[in-house]
């Protein structure tokens, strides 16, 4: 099984960048789906955005879509989330999560990280 360890984050301001990024190891990196998560205080988690396993497709929530790039690097076994022109509603924890690419489910997840948007 895939174990996925988390890095990055922190405060930013509004409109400021932040790049998380997520490490695995213990199983073919490459033949998982990659995705982000996110769960701000007092609601539930959310899907921010997948990378397919060539990381030539990815997929985002519409909250996010043209400030957030998913990439990866399969010979790093790491994935990214830049994170551009944020907002304090972009405050949350923010998860990585491996995706069995025939199932669909998702297998394991990072630690979490906090970033957190604010003046």
């Known amino acids: 099984q895939v174990h996925l360890v988390q890095s990055g984050g922190g405060l930013a301001l509004p409109g400021g960048s932040l790049r998380l990024s997520c490490a695995a190891s213990?199983?073919?990196?490459?033949?998982?789906?990659m995705g982000w998560f996110r769960q701000a205080p007092g609601k539930e988690r959310e899907f921010v955005g997948v990378?397919?396993?060539?990381?030539?497709?990815?997929t985002y929530a519409d909250s996010v879509k043209g400030r957030f790039i998913i990439s990866r690097d399969n010979a790093k076994n790491t994935v990214y989330l830049q994170m551009n022109s944020l907002k304090p509603e972009d405050t949350a924890v923010y998860y990585c999560?491996?995706?069995?690419?025939?199932?669909?489910?998702?297998?394991?997840w990072g630690q979490g990280t906090q970033v957190t948007v604010s003046s």
């Open positions: 990378i397919r396993r060539s990381g030539d497709s990815t």
């Open positions: 213990g199983h073919p990196f490459s033949s998982y789906y």
């Open positions: 999560a491996a995706q069995d690419a025939y199932s669909g489910v998702y297998d394991a």
